[in-house]
C-alpha cells in the first residue's frame, strides 16, 4: 500500500482485514488469501496509528516512511502494489512499482498527462504486469443499469447531460490542505463522471473546455481552486455529436445534508435518465448528531457499515467491491492452471476497458486539457479551449484572441 490517508482507511481497510480474514473467492481459483505486507506513506504516522486499531493478523505489515519509501516497499516480495498518495504523485509512485513487476492499481485520476500514460503503458507491457485504475463509479448498481439500458438499445444516442459532484469545505480545508496548493477539485472527482460518460457512451472525445472559481482555498487570482465546470464534446460514428457538462467544487458547507452531492441527467434520443445520490431513498435524522458527525442521506451501496441479518458485522459495498476484483484479476493472472498460458491471461485482463490503463486515454486527454486550460486561466488567459485530434496534432490549445495554438500531446489521442 503506498499512501495511508482517507481513501486507505475508508476502503482498502476494510476490504483488506475482511480479505485477511475470510480471503476473497473466485469461481475457478477457490479462496485467494490476501496480506497487508508492506506500506509506504511520507512520515509513517498513520501506518503506526492503524497498527495500533488493526485486527490480529492485520498489524504484521512493514511500514516505510520517506525518503525511499516506496524503493524500499518494493524491495520487498510483494505481489501487487495499490497507489493512494495524492493526485499529482501517482505517476512516479506506479512508474516504479511497475518497473520493479509489480501488479499496480493506481487511485483515480490515473496520471496527469497522456505522456505519463504512456510511458506507465509501455512500461506495463515490458514488464508483463497489470497497470490498472480504481474506477469504482462503474459498479454502482444505477450506473450499471443505465450501462444496460444503452448496451441493449434501449436508451438510444445520447445528446447531451450535465454531471454534479460537490465535497464538503472539510475536504479542502482540512483533508487535503497539506498538498491544495495549485489543484482543482475538477481533476480530483470530475474524473469520475468523466470516466461514466467515456465508457458507457463510448465515442470520440472532440473538445475539452474548462472554467472555474477561485478565493476561498485560496486567493481570487491564485491558481488553486474552489470550484470549477467542464465541458466535454464527443462525437460518434454516424456524425453526430453531445456535449457533458461536469460540475464540481470542494467547498460546499460541512453542514450540507449528505456527504457528497452527486446528481446527473444523460439526455437521449427516446429519454431522459435522470439519477441523484442523495434521493435513493434513505434520510435519517438523529438529534445531535446529523449532519455533522452522522449525514442526513447516506449511500449505503458506495461503503457501508452493517449488521449482517445472522449477526455478522460487515463493511461492504461497490468502493471495496473493485477493489477485490483487481486482486481476482492479478491472482487469474498469476495462478490459474496452466502456467503456460499466463501472456494469454494477462492479455484478457488487459482487455477489460472498465479500469485498464490502455483504455484511459480519453480521460486522461480530459484531464490534461483542463489542468492546462486553468494554468494558463490562472496566469491571466481564461476561456482556452483544447481540441483533440484536429490537424494540429492530439491535444491542441487555443487562446482567445492568439493565432498559435499550443501542441499539448502530439499523437493521435485515441
Ligand atoms: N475512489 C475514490 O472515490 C476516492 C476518494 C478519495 C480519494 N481518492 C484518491 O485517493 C488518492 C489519495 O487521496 P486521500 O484522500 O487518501 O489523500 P490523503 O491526503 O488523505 O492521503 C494521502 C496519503 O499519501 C501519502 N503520501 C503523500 N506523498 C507520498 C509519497 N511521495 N510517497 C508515499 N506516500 C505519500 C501521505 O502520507 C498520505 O498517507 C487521491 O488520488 C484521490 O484522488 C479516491
Known amino acids: 500500500m503506498v499512501g495511508m490517508g482517507m481513501i486507505f482507511d475508508e476502503t482498502y481497510r476494510p476490504f483488506l482485514e475482511t480479505a485477511a480474514r475470510d480471503g476473497v473467492f473466485d469461481p475457478s481459483l477457490g479462496r485467494i488469501g490476501v496480506t497487508l505486507s508492506a506500506v509506504a506513506s511520507r512520515t509513517g504516522v498513520r501506518a503506526e496509528t492503524y497498527r495500533g486499531n488493526a485486527p490480529a493478523g492485520n498489524a504484521e505489515f512493514t511500514s516505510y516512511a520517506e525518503p525511499k519509501a516506496i524503493d524500499q516497499l518494493l524491495n520487498t516480495d510483494v505481489d501487487l502494489v495499490c497507489i493512494a498518495t495524492p493526485d499529482d504523485r501517482h505517476f512516479e509512485a506506479a512508474r516504479a512499482a511497475i518497473d520493479a513487476g509489480k501488479h499496480v492499481l493506481i487511485e483515480k485520476p490515473s496520471v496527469l498527462s497522456l505522456a505519463e500514460l504512456d ?25 450499471k443499469k443505465l450501462r444496460t439500458l444503452v448496451v441493449d438499445g434501449v436508451l438510444r444516442h ?19 490542505a497539506e498538498w491544495i496548493t495549485g489543484r ?121 457499515t452493517f449488521v449482517e441479518p445472522d449477526g455478522a458485522r460487515t463493511q461492504r459495498g461497490y468502493g471495496l467491491e473493485v477493489l477485490e476484483r483487481f486482486v481476482r484479476e492479478v491472482a487469474h493472472v498469476e495462478f490459474s492452471e496452466p502456467a503456460t498460458e499466463r501472456e494469454t491471461r494477462l492479455q484478457q485482463m488487459r482487455d477489460l476497458a472498465y479500469n485498464d490503463l490502455s483504455s484511459d486515454r480519453q480521460v486522461v486527454a480530459t484531464v490534461q486539457a483542463m489542468e492546462e486550460i486553468l494554468k494558463r486561466h490562472a496566469s491571466g488567459v481564461p476561456n482556452c479551449v483544447v481540441e483533440v485530434n484536429g490537424d494540429g496534432g492530439g491535444l491542441v490549445l487555443h487562446a482567445p484572441g492568439s493565432n498559435e495554438p499550443q501542441v499539448l500531446y502530439q499523437p493521435v489521442v485515441s
Open 119 to 143: 510511458l506507465l503503458e509501455d512500461l506495463a507491457q515490458q514488464r508483463g504486469v497489470l497497470a490498472k485504475i480504481v474506477y469504482h463509479k462503474l459498479f454502482d448498481p444505477d450506473h
Open 184 to 304: 482543482n477539485p475538477g481533476t480530483y472527482v470530475a474524473v469520475h463522471y468523466i470516466k461514466l460518460i467515456d465508457f458507457t457512451f463510448g465515442g470520440r472525445l472532440k473538445s475539452v473546455a474548462c472554467t472555474g472559481q477561485r478565493g476561498i482555498v485560496g486567493p481570487a487570482d491564485g491558481d488553486t481552486w474552489d470550484s470549477t465546470q467542464l465541458r466535454m464534446i464527443y462525437t460518434y460514428d454516424d456524425g453526430r455529436e453531445a456535449a457533458f457538462d461536469i460540475h464540481t467544487s470542494w467547498v460546499t458547507p460541512d453542514n450540507f445534508p449528505g456527504y457528497v452531492e452527486q446528481e446527473v441527467q444523460f439526455r437521449f434520443d427516446n429519454g431522459v435518465w435522470n439519477g441523484h445520490s442523495r434521493l435513493r431513498g434513505v434520510e435519517c435524522t438523529v438529534e445531535d448528531k446529523t449532519p455533522r458527525e452522522m449525514k442526513i442521506s447516506m449511500n449505503n451501496h458506495y461503503n457501508g
Open 158 to 176: 445520447v445528446n447531451s447531460g450535465y454531471c454534479t459532484l460537490l465535497e464538503p469545505k472539510q475536504i479542502s480545508g482540512t483533508q487535503f
